[in-house]
């Protein structure tokens, strides 16, 4: 089986944007990363963020709030944020605490600085098949992946265990633009067994540690792995049991190492753009 490794795909999309910014004349563009509260998730995806845009040559600050702070007050802050003309992207940490209506904070985000295609404007150019927009990050990682792998997709049998509005729903969306057959699994879906093994390209976006096992994956399947999790034992692992599909896949990507490198690449490429734009 061959590793489908991140940091291979990500150092791709690094060429594709220093090509781009070689001919950029504009200031370096920066990428807003806003933040309430002190969640150890947040604040280990927001150091990664930063060190990425950085080694891409591009600019990112972080914007946070205490955890407690009212909605009125943090729309205020938000607003600020949103019009200021330094800043090119927005990447806003969900999901907010419960007393900050999300909702109108996605509704009130520039679609043109919504880096990960939370806006409604850009949930519906996802849907539409119509590019010019944002899509989720993670969502369009899986597909980078497969690609900068040679990994056709047009025509191909493409179950997605997960239907989140960051992962499983828009992922199918990019699918069906790349000409796939898509399936999509969740809780109440019969023989989640039956029908991953019918897949050609398998995507775990589940969040459940471990879930899929050799009896998931159809000889020679492709497996992208999104689920990230610390095991019992304090490592990282995915939704897969990457040591028990090494003989039935023919590629898959590992946890640690997999799409998560590629999903801030992909933050990286999307904030150019939005500069661009
Ligand atoms: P989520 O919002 O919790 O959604 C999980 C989805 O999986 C739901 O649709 C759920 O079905 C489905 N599901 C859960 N257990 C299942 C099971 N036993 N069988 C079939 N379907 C099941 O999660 P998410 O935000 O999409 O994230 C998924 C995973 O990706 C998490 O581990 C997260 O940490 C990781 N993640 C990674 C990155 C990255 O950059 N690598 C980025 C974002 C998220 P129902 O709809 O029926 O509940």
Known sequence: MITLKGAEVSAKIKEQVQAELEGWRGPVPKLAIIRVGEKADDISYERGAIKKMESFGLQACSYVYPENISHEEFKKEFQKINQSLDVAGILLLCPLPRQVREKEIKEMIDPAKDLDGISPVNIAKVFAGDDSGFAPCTAE???????????????????????????????????????????????????????CQEAEILVAAAGRAKLLDQR???????????????????????????GQIQEKASMATPVPGGVGAVTTAVLAKHLLKAAKQ
């Not at 999509?184 to 019969?190: D, E, G, S």
């Not at 159809?218 to 034992?233: E, L, Q, R, Y």
Request: proline share 4%; aromatic share 2%; with cysteine.
């Open 141 to 195: 990682a899986v597909v980078e992946i497969l690609k900068n792998n040679n990994v056709p997709i047009e025509g191909k049998r493409v179950a997605i265990v997960g239907r989140s509005m960051l992962v499983g729903k828009p992922l199918s969306m990019l699918m069906l633009k790349e000409n796939a057959t898509v399936t999509v699994c969740h809780t109440r879906t019969r023989n989640l067994e039956e029908v």
């Open 216 to 242: 998931f994956v159809a000889p020679g399947a492709v497996v992208v792995d999104v689920g990230i999790h610390v095991g019992s034992d304090g490592k990282l692992c995915g939704d897969v049991d990457f």
